[in-house]
């Protein structure tokens, strides 16, 4: 369900513990094929979007995007 608030702002309504257990598998994953220390020196976001979702953030400008892009490092 959304519930549009203003032309940029939404809300979506979504199943926490679906979204919890997608994450928590993807992230095993990523351990599994790209082992880091376990008290790894700094801390790390991960952004679980695809390539089509990042490129549709871009093109509308997407702030937190953007800047994430130039001031983030690739790990993986």
């Not at 979506?12 to 679906?18: I, L, S, T, V």
């Not at 220390?37 to 979702?53: C, L, N, Q, R």
């Not at 093109?59 to 130039?70: H, M, P, S, W």
């Amino acid at each position: 369900m959304q519930k549009k608030l203003s032309p940029s702002v939404r809300i979506n309504y979504f199943n926490k513990e679906a979204v919890e257990k997608v994450l928590n598998e993807y992230i095993k994953g990523l351990r599994e094929r790209h082992p880091l220390p376990s008290h790894f020196p700094v801390g790390v976001d991960i952004f679980p979007y695809t390539e089509k979702e990042i490129e549709k953030m871009k093109a509308e400008g997407n702030f937190f995007i953007r800047k994430a892009l130039e001031e983030g490092k690739e790990i993986l």
